[in-house]
């Protein structure tokens, strides 16, 4: 192979890097868009965090003193859960 075949296959393989940097550059543009709904959400979660902890020892305390209260609103929160399945059960799919 002579001196001028491997500066061309050099050449021709640097551009083949560079065009493959742009690719990445490009669909690393396309995910960070298409996943930045999910991140804020996370994000929100993550500011929440401290008060989900208080509120859940909140309700174990509360709980604890009115065991009869939580476990009616657990009764009607499965009664919604599965009137919500059976709904979308009976609706045909998209």
Known sequence: MSRREREA??????NQVQQQRLDLSAARRDWLESTA????????FLSLRRYLAIGSSALAI?????????????????????????IKSALPPR
């Open 37 to 44: 709904q999910y991140d804020r959400g996370w994000l929100t």
């Open 62 to 86: 509360w709980s604890i003193r009115s065991p009869n209260r939580l476990l009616r609103w657990a009764k009607r929160g499965f009664g919604l859960w599965s009137t919500w399945r059976m």
């Open 9 to 14: 296959r050099i050449h021709a393989l640097l």
